[in-house]
Nanobody, 112 residues
Framework: VQLVEYGGGLVQPGGSLRLSCVAS????????ISWYRQAPGNERELVAY???????VYADSVKGRFTISRDNAKNTAYLQMNSLKPEDTAVYYC???????WGQGTQVTVSS
């Protein structure tokens, strides 16, 4: 199993980014896919997940600002992040539920 996250970067408060996660080695469409983030000194926290049927759930801190989606034909999950805040700064990871494998993550920095 391999997970590759990309799309992070430096953005000003109020800006947007779209993260992508490409998975290989699994039947992608069968898995719930989650996005997590980890800021320095903090525990890794769940940001959002999307079930194989497309049902989505968000952490309260990102509800209304972030949108998770998936393209099973491309084995890819996305996280559209709008109205970014400095407290969104973290390394973002994707993870298929029940798979104990993590990618390298992608750094998101929100700063003026």
């Amino acid at each position: 199993v391999q997970l590759v996250e990309y799309g992070g970067g430096l953005v000003q408060p109020g800006g947007s980014l779209r993260l992508s996660c490409v998975a290989s080695g699994i039947t992608f469409s069968s898995y719930t896919i989650s996005w997590y983030r980890q800021a320095p000194g903090n525990e890794r926290e769940l940001v959002a997940y999307i079930r194989s049927a497309g049902i989505t759930v968000y952490a309260d801190s990102v509800k209304g600002r972030f949108t998770i989606s998936r393209d099973n034909a491309k084995n890819t999950a996305y996280l559209q992040m709008n109205s970014l805040k400095p407290e969104d700064t973290a390394v973002y990871y994707c993870n298929p539920q029940g798979i104990g494998v993590w990618g390298q993550g992608t750094q998101v920095t929100v700063s003026s």
